[in-house]
């Protein structure tokens, strides 16, 4: 089964930066989309950003001038540029895969300190 492997997280200061990464153990069969998702105190989880075929980047509300998605298909691993980071960006993120099946992380905490 594959898994997902996030890294990256951390606490850091409001304006700081951070990078995270998730890799695949294995090549996901169709895979068609890879990003990350955000859980904050409540149970929701946004979309932050998503990655399609074609290196289409879309981007959830607040962070598209700020973050940046990207990936590298040859080492099956979705990477997430985090700058001007803000209080309100605290969570755990979620990396997430859609192919044949849908595949997700075990978070990363990310704490944005004022």
């Known amino acids: 089964q594959v898994q997902l492997v996030e890294s990256g997280g951390g606490l850091v200061q409001a304006g700081g930066s951070l990078t995270l990464s998730c890799t695949a153990s294995?090549?996901?069969?169709?895979?068609?989309?890879m990003g990350w998702y955000r859980q904050g105190p409540g149970n929701q989880r946004p979309v932050v950003a998503l990655?399609?075929?074609?290196?289409?980047?879309t981007y959830g509300d607040g962070v598209k001038d700020r973050f940046t998605i990207s990936r590298d298909n040859a080492k099956n691993t979705v990477y997430l540029q985090m700058n001007a980071l803000k209080p309100e960006d605290t969570g755990v993120y979620y990396c997430?895969?859609?192919?044949?099946?849908?595949?997700w992380g075990q978070g990363t905490q990310v704490t944005v300190s004022r």
């Open positions: 997430y895969a859609r192919g044949v099946r849908t595949e």
């Open positions: 294995e090549p996901i069969p169709g895979l068609n989309a």
């Open positions: 990655i399609v075929k074609g290196d289409i980047a």
